[in-house]
């Protein structure tokens, strides 16, 4: 057991997948020799060669796809995208390439590649550094969506993503790169994808988060405590695989539910969530499902960070809304 | 006397004579006179390899022209002709070794016959019944096989020019013997991808042969629209890459051409080949080119057809005459009826098939949604 930062622990994943596997290699812009503009994979190259910790050329859309190739001959490539505000240059090669393979040639091939995608606000970034892309990647299927929060489960979760035989995204927490210190066991054991966490335990509201809203809902949570309010806050841990019985089994017990993301509302992941939901546990409900969310704006550089971002204070109006709601 | 009004509107599209009438003058290497006289030295081509390339070339547009007629009389969906194309990716295949990899576009029927995969494979492919290897999941003539080392196009056009390139790459980065080729038209010159794929292999050299078929038109887009350089191997310059233009109805040239790059790439890295050659028939069977070219310009073109060249080169060289041509044609028809029947005779997939190979296991999402399906269809069959 040691303490890492969740920066830390995403070095520590690659690095010992490295170890395991000499067929995982790592490429991005600045991976190598500096170690990543984030410094996530430093000291990698000087330990596994330049052969196998890769930088590229600036080309985001490139990159991705030079990584299909290198999963559909055989290898297992872990794409670092500087921030996935630039990974939309990549989408057509994530989403109508890697994550199609298999289906399209029947089995024959396969891309079991990782996209790692630095996102969220909170570092004063402006629009293009402070990006929640996960929605868009759940759409069309082929492609697992991860979005770890703490050390420990970003560590289990990239392992989980080298190992896994599709293509996986992997949803970083940036703001929390270096504040954030736990514990990781570090056993070399990938998560068993689609299983939730839960945070906090709570009867009265089931909120559901991923990312560092997570922290937020559970600081949200206590405050809320000393007002007699238990909040109950679900970390999703991955949006696909969906771990829906304990979203479903949540609800039944708290009837009310909050879904909370830093990502723009409409067609966000949010609105799946809510439509589960509904379908699943219709009869429990006490109150309509609450969305406390991102706006349909641009993440704004001088205002974003406190007012496009949820925080506490919009969060506990949200679960306020839900514990005030009468038919 | 009044002046016609010009038949397009827009760019102007003169009827030019193909440039492989001026090889010399356009930079285009060329081994093969229009009737299929050698140019320069005397080939080191095995006869029996030029046989089977021509062999295969007839095969591919015997299996071209039967799949139009059926897709015209409504028996399959689409169709992609590739008449006029048979040389430019038949004896490129043909250059490689039988377990490199091949990353084919839309017309290459040529290259999975050449790799060995029966008639009634493609026929199934053709007519989306799922005994092939890519269960019948795609368009007709978007052809692969795992086992032949063939990779299927993505559709987007040139998207999966990076993928050749980032495959051969993993071959090299893990010490394998390995020459990669992947084709594409001259439209996806202006991909993002293609840029990408070039630029990458400039800096890191993967094995492989960038080879752009250069057909003249982008379904009615020419050159002239498609870029403002004079040929597309010159783009190579721009990645630090050779570029060279051969005759892409040339068998002979074709095939030198590609063995020594394919050998070169092995040790020294990609090459952009521009394959000068013309798509004789419809962009695709929801395709007119009435609306965009002149007869006269296909008909210049057919002056060069690669078959007659390659028929003409075995003849002067005494390895072909008109009763093997007969014998020829007769077995690949029958051979062509035969499997086209058999083909259409397997069971097309069955709606539960769409769920699988989306993710390696299906999840639960995909799990209920195959549920439903199955409850409704039964719904429906009350």
Redesign the interface.
């Known amino acids: 057991l040691s303490e890492l930062t969740v920066l830390e622990s995403l070095t520590a994943a690659m690095a010992d997948a490295m170890e395991d596997d000499e067929?995982v290699?790592v490429l991005g812009e600045d991976v190598g020799v500096s170690g990543g503009i984030f410094r996530a994979t430093q000291g990698l190259q000087q330990r596994f060669g330049p052969?196998?910790v890769?930088d590229?050329?600036l080309?985001e859309?490139?990159i991705a796809?030079?990584?299909?190739?290198?999963?559909?001959?055989?290898?297992r490539p872990i794409v670092e995208i500087q921030f996935s505000g630039f990974i939309h240059d990549a989408f057509?090669?994530i989403m109508?390439?890697a994550s199609?393979?298999?289906?399209?040639?029947?089995?024959?091939?396969?891309c079991p590649m990782v996209v790692r995608a630095p996102s969220y606000g909170g570092i004063k970034g402006g629009f293009w550094h402070s990006q929640s892309p996960e929605a868009y990647f759940t759409h069309g299927?082929?492609i697992?969506v991860l979005t770890p929060t703490t050390p420990d489960d970003c560590y289990h979760s990239l392992l989980a993503a080298i190992a896994?035989?599709?293509p996986v995204l992997v949803i970083e927490p940036v703001p929390l790169y270096r504040s954030l210190k736990g514990h990781v066991e570090r056993d070399r054991r990938p998560l068993e994808l689609?299983r939730s966490r839960v945070a906090r335990e709570g009867r009265d509201v089931t909120v559901l988060t991923w990312g560092p809203q997570v922290l937020r809902a559970t600081e949200a949570a206590e405050a809320l405590a000393a007002d007699g309010i238990e909040v109950e806050v679900l970390d999703l841990l991955s949006l696909?695989?969906?771990d829906?019985d304990a979203i479903v089994a949540s609800v039944q017990r708290t009837g009310r539910v909050l879904v909370l993301h830093e990502a723009a509302r409409t067609g966000g992941f949010g609105a799946e969530l809510a439509a589960l939901v509904q379908q699943h546990a219709f009869g429990y409900l006490y109150a309509p499902i609450e969305r406390v969310t991102g706006h349909d704006v641009p993440y704004n550089f001088s205002t974003g960070d406190e007012y496009y971002r949820p925080d506490v204070l919009r969060i506990t109006a949200g679960i306020t809304r839900l514990m005030e709601f009468e038919f | 006397m009044t002046t016609p009004a010009p038949k397009f509107a827009g760019a102007p599209r003169q009827v030019v004579e193909p440039p492989l009438a001026r090889a010399e003058e356009f930079g285009i290497h060329q081994r093969l006179t229009r009737d299929g006289e050698v140019i320069g030295d005397d080939p080191t081509i095995d006869v029996a390899v030029a046989r089977r390339i021509y062999e295969t070339m007839v095969t591919t547009r015997l299996l071209d022209e039967r799949g139009w007629e059926l897709q015209r009389s409504g028996r399959v969906e689409f169709w992609i002709p590739m008449r006029g194309q048979e040389a430019s990716h038949v004896a490129s295949t043909a250059a490689y070794d039988p377990e490199d990899?091949l990353f084919i576009a839309s017309r290459e029927a040529g290259a999975m016959l050449w790799r060995g995969a029966p008639l009634v494979q493609l026929f199934a492919q053709i007519f989306g019944r799922?005994a092939?290897?890519?269960?019948?999941?795609?368009l007709p003539l978007l052809f692969?096989?795992?086992s032949r080392f063939v990779?299927?196009c993505?559709t987007?056009v040139g998207?999966?020019?990076?993928?050749?390139?980032?495959?051969?790459?993993?071959?090299k980065?893990?010490g394998h013997e390995k020459a990669f080729i992947v084709f594409f038209g001259d439209g996806a010159t202006s991909r993002?991808?293609f840029?990408?794929?070039l630029?990458?292999a400039g800096?890191?050299r993967p094995p492989i042969l960038f080879f752009c078929q250069n057909n003249g038109w982008a379904v009615s887009t020419p050159n002239s629209v498609q870029t403002a350089t004079t040929t597309f191997a010159e783009k190579a310059a721009g990645y630090g890459l050779p570029g060279v233009r051969v005759d892409g109805n040339d068998f002979l040239a074709l095939w030198e051409t590609t063995r020594r790059l394919r050998e070169r790439s092995l040790t020294e890295g990609p090459t952009l080949v521009e394959s000068v050659t013309y798509r004789q028939g419809f962009h695709t069977s929801s395709d007119n080119p009435d609306l965009y070219r002149t007869n006269e310009e296909a008909e210049a073109w057919a002056q060069w057809d690669p078959i007659h060249r390659a028929r003409r080169f075995l003849e002067r060289h005494d390895a072909w005459d008109a009763d093997l041509e007969e014998a020829l044609v007769s077995t690949k028809r029958a051979e062509i009826r035969d499997a086209i029947h058999a083909a259409e005779a397997l069971p097309k997939p069955d709606p539960s098939d769409q769920f699988?190979?989306?993710?390696?296991t299906p999840?639960?999402?995909?799990r209920e949604q195959l549920a439903q399906l199955t409850d409704d269809l039964k719904g429906a069959a009350r």
């Open positions: 067929s290699v052969q196998r890769i590229t050329p080309d859309k490139g796809a030079h990584a299909v190739g290198m999963a559909l001959y055989g290898m057509e090669q109508f390439c199609k393979y298999r289906w399209m040639t029947g089995g024959e091939y396969s299927g082929g697992k896994d035989p599709d689609g696909v695989p969906l829906l | 990899w799922s092939e290897p890519l269960r019948g999941r795609r692969g096989d795992r990779v299927p993505t987007q998207a999966y020019i990076p993928h050749a390139a980032g495959a051969a790459w993993a071959a980065l893990q993002g991808e840029h990408s794929a630029n990458f800096v890191h699988f190979d989306v993710l390696a999840d639960r999402a995909l």
